[in-house]
Nanobody, 124 residues
Framework: VQLQASGGGLVQAGGSLRLSCAAS????????MTWFRQAPGKGRAFVAA????????YYADSVKGRFTISRESTKNTMYLQMNSLKPEDTAVYYC??????????????????WGQGTLVTVSS
């Protein structure tokens, strides 16, 4: 599956952004979908994941209560609604797809399909 992320930008602290990840192909529903992020000088970190059916969602502690992940199968698209943004949310955000158990979704090395990344910058 090929992925394309979009929706990043510059926002003030406390603001909101919605990221999108469009998937190609007819196998979208076969994959769990995940957002990772990479801040300058740091490794790629798990942000949120949504299972194949869209019912199960998982979040990093740092974004719980502020971010919401969802997927729309009719559009082959995943979303990340980000509210109450903080300067420490500044990063390049990557979407990824994997056919692995939900317990494995938090590890970047389990993913073979990645989007190109979209930059989110939160100013203080």
């Amino acid at each position: 599956v090929q992925l394309q992320a979009s929706g990043g930008g510059l926002v003030q602290a406390g603001g909101s952004l919605r990221l999108s990840c469009a998937a190609s192909g007819r196998t979208f529903n076969s994959y769990a979908m995940t957002w990772f992020r990479q801040a300058p000088g740091k490794g790629r970190a798990f942000v949120a994941a949504v299972g194949r059916g869209g019912g199960a969602t998982y979040y990093a502690d740092s974004v719980k209560g502020r971010f919401t992940i969802s997927r729309e199968s009719t559009k082959n698209t995943m979303y990340l609604q980000m509210n109450s943004l903080k300067p420490e949310d500044t990063a390049v955000y990557y979407c990824a797809a994997a056919s692995v158990p939900d317990s494995a979704l938090g590890k970047a090395y389990n993913y073979a399909s990645w989007g190109q990344g979209t930059l989110v910058t939160v100013s203080s």
